[in-house]
């Protein structure tokens, strides 16, 4: 079977599925992150903020623009601490890869801590498929593995949940009769999810970051559950995108201060993991084998545009999302894919590419609250405008996806705002056109495809060319203006050849006495 990416996402049609008290939930978890976030940026200082926040960009930058070199190294390091390393070109690959690991191994259990690109490569289905139990181990993913959804948050997957919702979900999936209480729905998963670590043959994880000086894999979390899953079972596989890398522990250091306090307002998450290779000896805690697979998946070809390239600085906090006023009103699943909120809106379109995902870019108010906000200073906005463009003209990597009839629409009103004349016969057209459907200086409907915009707004009405508008108000102005400057160059005329008057009469008469 293949693992379905979507083939087309329509941001408009999932946002009519989003359930009335969703967008509630929602802001009830984004509202508290900001909080606390800006508490624990308020203790660092605002100028200190900035110096991080400019630090983890160009540390970033630059991890990114020499990824060769950087993925060379971790390389190195991962196998020379004893552990393999496989690299992945797209999913699929990928998804091959974990699964003859899985088959060489015996596996018949997994459990998995949170991994945003194990599910961007659906790789819990094709494990299924080849006859694996594999369990989410993270709360927020066990309660939507359980639902059988996607995450709708990059850090909290079940924020678009209720407490009641999750009771009713354990009542009818587990045969539980829970009450709706926090503690206790977290207590029932915590003894499932106990035994599950003790029985499994394999753990699978990604990676916040990957230190390519020591080969080291960090992982970042609240729960423990990521350092059961990677520390128990006898095989761990990781599975992590190439652009988590990062040169050396000093840049680590920068990265992790920005990344706890940006994504739930911590100083430093609860647990923070290190790991560097599989056990050493029979004494050392961990698994026999350790495997990273390094995922591509359409990584190095965003590499290619100068601008959206830095779509891949991303450590993936979260804060873009609790800001966005798009997101806070229609949650993570209107997205479509994974990644949510203004970075789905920019990763999509590049990984999925364009056609894919041609109506994120235009998922966004362009209101710049995410790119204020990101810890690492990516230009979302920019990026947006960016892939606008890409989505309207096509570029190398994908053929254009915009209508025939949006194209030609794009295309007519570039020639008319270059050329004034047609600009103003369009104009004048345009304010004849709309005669019978003018009411008080609104249009309250349009004949397609215009009704697109009118079905959920009145349009303002044309008004009378710019041209004119201004003769209409400034002329005057200027007019006063220049009357003004006349009397003043009269005035000061007639004092001037009143002086050289008075002066050449008191000259003569000195003169003749
Ligand atoms: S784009 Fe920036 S703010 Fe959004 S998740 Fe990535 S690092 Fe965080």
Not at 258 to 281: D, M
Request: glycine share 8%; proline share 6%; aromatic share 6%.
């Amino acid at each position: 079977m293949r693992h379905t990416i979507p083939l087309q996402i329509d941001f408009r049609a999932n946002t009519q599925r989003v359930p009335p008290d969703m967008p509630a939930s929602v802001q009830k978890a984004t509202t508290k992150f900001l909080g606390n976030r800006a508490g624990v940026v308020g203790v660092v200082g605002a100028e200190r903020w900035e110096q991080l926040r400019q630090a983890g960009h160009q540390l970033r930058l630059h991890a990114i623009e020499h990824l060769d070199y950087y993925l060379t190294q971790l390389e190195q390091q991962v196998t020379a601490a004893g552990g393999h390393v496989h690299w992945a070109r797209d999913g699929e690959e990928a998804r091959r890869i974990v699964q003859e690991i899985a088959r060489e191994h015996g596996v018949k259990r997994a459990v998995k801590s949170k991994s945003m690109a194990t599910e961007e490569i659906h790789l819990n289905q094709a494990l299924q498929e080849s006859g694996i139990d594999v369990l989410e181990t993270d709360l927020g993913e066990y309660i939507i593995q359980l639902a059988g959804v996607g995450p709708s948050h990059i850090i909290v997957p079940a924020v678009h949940m209720t407490k009641e919702g999750i009771a009713e979900l354990f009542r009818e999936k587990l045969g539980i009769d829970a009450p709706p209480d926090p503690q206790r729905l977290a207590e029932i998963a915590r003894v499932r999810l106990r035994q599950a670590f003790l029985e499994a043959d394999m753990g699978i994880s990604g990676a916040n970051f990957m230190v390519a000086e020591s080969g080291t894999l960090v992982i970042v979390s609240n729960e423990g559950n990521a350092r059961m899953c990677t520390t128990l079972p006898p095989l761990h596989v990781a599975v992590v995108g190439i652009d988590k890398v990062v040169p050396d522990w000093e840049s680590l250091s920068v990265l992790l201060k920005l990344l706890a306090r940006s994504a739930t307002g911590q100083k430093l998450s609860s647990y923070t993991s290190f790991i560097t290779g599989p056990r050493r000896n029979e004494r050392e805690q961990g698994p026999q084998e350790l495997h990273l697979v390094l995922l591509d998946n359409g990584r190095s070809r965003v590499l290619r545009d100068e601008i959206t390239r830095e779509t891949l600085l991303c450590i993936r906090c979260g804060a873009c999302l609790n800001v966005c006023p798009v997101y806070n009103s229609v949650g993570g699943h209107a997205y479509g894919w994974a990644y949510s909120g203004p970075i789905g809106a920019i990763l999509a379109p590049q990984l999925l590419g364009a056609q894919a995902a041609a109506s994120l870019p235009f998922a966004s108010s362009l209101c710049g609250a995410c790119a204020e906000i990101c810890p690492v200073k990516i230009p979302i906005t920019e990026i947006l405008l960016r892939l606008r463009h890409r989505v309207m003209e096509g570029d190398t990597v994908e053929a254009p996806v915009a209508s025939p009839m949006a194209r030609a629409a794009a295309h007519s009103s570039a020639l008319a705002l270059s050329t004034p004349t047609l600009y103003h016969a369009g104009a004048t057209a345009a304010r004849i056109a709309q005669a019978p459907l003018r009411r008080d200086g609104w249009l309250a409907t349009l004949p397609p495809p215009l009704n697109r915009w009118t079905s959920v707004r009145p349009m303002p009405a044309f008004q009378s060319g710019f041209r004119t508008w201004w003769r209409a108000r400034a002329l005057p102005i200027t007019a006063q203006k220049s009357q003004k400057q006349k009397k003043l160059l009269l005035g000061a005329l007639a004092g001037a050849t009143l002086a050289i008057g008075l002066w050449w009469a008191q000259r003569r008469s000195k003169t003749i006495n």
